[in-house]
């Protein structure tokens, strides 16, 4: 079991950047998979970008480029740097993580781009 919060969510004007934080209850040193999604007023929650213990990476194809998933096992802690921000990237940005089969999300931190 785990609980995580996430920080560094606001407002931000296009083309600008934020550095999103999720920190965690526990080691995750272990945890095989953590991820950020986002989720936009009336539309779904997505996958935005993920990270393995491993350390390998995966991002949705809007994203590429722009956003950098990483974490630090030492800090417990899972990092999303968003670079370039547009309207479009408003939404919730929630951090998960997957133990066991079992998903445990945070409570969401909120990214508005607005000029």
Not at 29 to 40: P, V
Not at 76 to 99: F, G, H, R, W
């Amino acid at each position: 079991q785990v609980q995580l919060v996430e920080s560094g969510g606001g407002l931000v004007q296009p083309g600008g950047s934020l550095r999103l934080s999720c920190t965690a209850s526990r080691s995750i040193f272990s945890i095989a998979f953590m991820g950020w999604y986002r989720q936009a007023p009336g539309k779904e929650r997505e996958l935005v970008a993920g990270i393995s213990s491993g350390d390998s990476t995966n991002y949705a194809d809007s994203v590429k480029g722009r956003f950098t998933i990483s974490r630090d096992n030492a800090k417990n802690m899972v990092y999303l740097q968003i670079n370039s921000l547009k309207p479009e990237d408003t939404a919730v940005y929630y951090c998960k993580a997957t133990i066991a089969l079992t998903h445990y999300w945070g409570q969401g931190t909120q990214v508005t781009v607005s000029s």
